[in-house]
């Protein structure tokens, strides 16, 4: 198995990217952020729970985020590999997917972090906001406090994998397919061939 973590600032391009990498790869992707918002068209409890969270741009609680992984992971006993994005975002999700992942005799091979200026998150987070009818998109405080959630409890995530030699970091800015491109050189490195 070949199994990934996209990591980065909310608006550094995982969800973007994360669509082209499960194509080329034929990974399984799973995105926090997108089973979250499914529970919310839905208007499951959880899903009802976690807009009011996600709508102040703070983090859900990790028992909900770590259930809903660790589901997946259940839900896809013949995926070939996983591509994480938006997960793990604290230590604590960190730590509880390598549990999960041991679990099924297997492990995270790398996490590539995408580097962004803030200036271009805040650009392109408003930016999305005026078609894709999220609502922590459209408030520009909201997005400077997922910003502050990330700096405060997510970043330290990198470190988590950087002490275990997992971590590459790659430039996020430049034009979709330049950024795709580089992915692919840094995701080979990592792929046994
Ligand atoms: P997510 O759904 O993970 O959303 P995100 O971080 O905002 O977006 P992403 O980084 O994927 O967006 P992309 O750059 O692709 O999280 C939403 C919320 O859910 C969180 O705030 C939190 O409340 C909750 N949540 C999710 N996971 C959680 C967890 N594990 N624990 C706790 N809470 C959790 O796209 C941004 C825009 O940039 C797009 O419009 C795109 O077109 C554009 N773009 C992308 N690449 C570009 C480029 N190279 N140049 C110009 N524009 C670009």
Redesign the pocket.
């Known amino acids: 198995m070949f199994n990934l973590i996209l990591f ?11 669509e082209r990498l499960i194509t080329k790869y034929g990974l399984k992707h799973l ?4 089973l ?2 499914s529970e919310i068209v839905a208007q499951t409890p959880l899903g009802i729970e ?1 807009k009011k ?2 709508d102040k ?6 028992e909900v ?1 770590i259930g809903m992984i660790s589901s997946a992971l259940d839900n896809n006993p013949n995926a070939k590999g996983f591509l994480f ?6 230590v604590a ?1 960190a730590e509880a997917l390598d549990k999960l992942l041991k679990l099924k005799d297997t492990q995270i091979n790398a996490m590539i972090s995408l580097l962004v200026s803030e200036e271009e998150l805040i650009k ?2 408003l ?2 906001g005026l078609t ?1 009818g999220r609502s ?2 459209t408030n520009e405080e909201v997005i400077r406090a ?1 910003i502050v ?1 990330y700096r405060n409890k997510t970043s330290v995530v990198a470190d988590y994998y950087k002490q275990f030699d997992k971590l590459a970091e790659i430039k ?5 397919d330049e ?1 795709f491109e580089a992915l692919q050189n840094e995701i080979e490195k990592h792929m046994v061939v």
């Open positions: 980065g600032p909310p608006g550094s391009g995982k969800g973007t990217q994360s995105s926090t952020g997108d979250l918002r976690a969270i996600m741009g703070q983090l859900v609680p990790d985020v994005d938006g997960f793990p975002r604290t999700q392109r987070l930016n999305r894709s922590d998109d997922r959630e996020g800015e430049g034009s979709i950024i």
